[in-house]
């Protein structure tokens, strides 16, 4: 989903609990297709989607309605303020769909409409949202070490440089 997020094929294999020949296999293919890239870092070899194949937008939108970030984006967009910027950082910005989303969003929130819109998007998409909102200059200290550089970009009018 993040063109950003490296993976090599032990942590896929164990990420998806199947053997490291069938994952090799489906990389491979993947690879063959264009759909991602790979690099060799040492005796490893890295693994990333191609942002730059035709389908990786369609493919990115499909996951993202997977997971349910369509939604929370919409819902943030429309309701909640002054909002320059949204990113997901952590687990979901790595491909990890650990249950657990952590957003940040950049600009002037309704503190009781973010709890609304939060609860009402938890129990549509069935995962935990925890948010971080901090205006611009907060975000310009705080963007490398939330990673930035490595989130989910879901929603603004601007991007990492809020």
């Not at 693994?47 to 309605?65: E, G, I, P, T």
């Amino acid at each position: 989903m993040n063109p950003g997020t490296k993976s090599y094929l032990r942590g896929l294999a164990s990420e998806f609990g199947e053997s490291s020949n069938a994952i090799r296999v489906e990389l491979n293919r993947l690879t063959d297709a264009k759909l991602l890239k790979s690099s060799t870092e040492g005796r490893t070899i890295q693994y990333m989607a191609n942002k730059d194949h035709s389908l990786f937008k369609d493919l990115q939108s499909v996951v993202k309605k997977y997971v349910g970030i369509d939604k929370l984006a919409e819902e943030l967009a429309a309701k909640l303020g002054d909002i320059h910027a949204a990113y997901v950082i952590g687990d979901y910005a790595k491909g990890i769909d650990s249950g657990l989303i952590d957003l940040v969003l950049v600009g002037k929130v309704e503190e009781d409409k973010l709890k609304e819109v939060t609860e009402k998007t938890e129990k549509l998409i069935e995962r935990k949202i925890r948010t971080l909102v901090l205006n611009k200059n907060e975000f310009l200290k705080l963007k490398d070490r939330l990673e930035i550089k490595h989130s989910l970009f879901i929603w603004g009018k601007i991007k990492s440089d809020a």
